[in-house]
């Protein structure tokens, strides 16, 4: 969008639009104040769409698919309530007491996060029920740009002294994803505290590439929502 102008999905989406729905075009170019309001609008999955008030939640979520992608999840999920309950959007309990159980020290555990999760409360209880939740005995940090050092540092001090190090957001700092791999690759199980847990998250995404010693992370994918299938 730039100024009152308002960029529909691209030149593909665009057409794909214009033949499913004949004469959106003409109506979004002729009704910019009213497609701008939703454009511009926190809930737009919530509104009625200006050429077709009427229109059903699936004709709703076409065509924010076009305007507004950043909302097609939030308008799934509410499609799944309203039509098998919301039961069906609720992500299943993660078991990491199970998850941890299982897990080794040569091995980082990976949740692999949908939008509006967070394992971090859940994973604190496990910490504090087996001892491991002073400063002393877990280090967490989100990652960033410039937290190499200081991620780097904690986990140091974790393969030596037997700490949790929980690295959150692994997304969002993609060109340090290869120097934690090696880190990962050199752990020595011979030589590691038995006691030590790597623990990270990410969201799927391109920008997060898996590398070979994060493919082989115990994965504990934390689903979108069982309805948004």
Known sequence: RTGSRI?????TGS????RRVPGIHNHV???LS???TLFDSKKPHRMSLPHKPSATAMEKMCLL???RQDKLIPAMQDFVVEFLGEEFIRPPTLDLDAAFEDSSPTSPLLFVLSPGSDPFVELMKVAESRGFSGKDKLFSISLGQGQAP???KGIEEGLKDGTWVVLQNCHLYPSWMPALEKIVENIDPEEVHPDFRLWLTAMPTDKFPMYSALILAARLSLPRHT???
Do not use: Y
């Not at 960029?7 to 030149?11: L, N, S």
């Open 7 to 11: 960029a529909v999905g691209g030149a």
């Open 15 to 18: 057409v794909e639009v214009g």
């Open 29 to 31: 170019k002729n009704n």
């Open 34 to 36: 009213k497609w701008k």
């Open 65 to 67: 698919r076009c305007f």
């Open 150 to 152: 200081i991620a780097t």
């Open 227 to 229: 309805g948004d299938k």
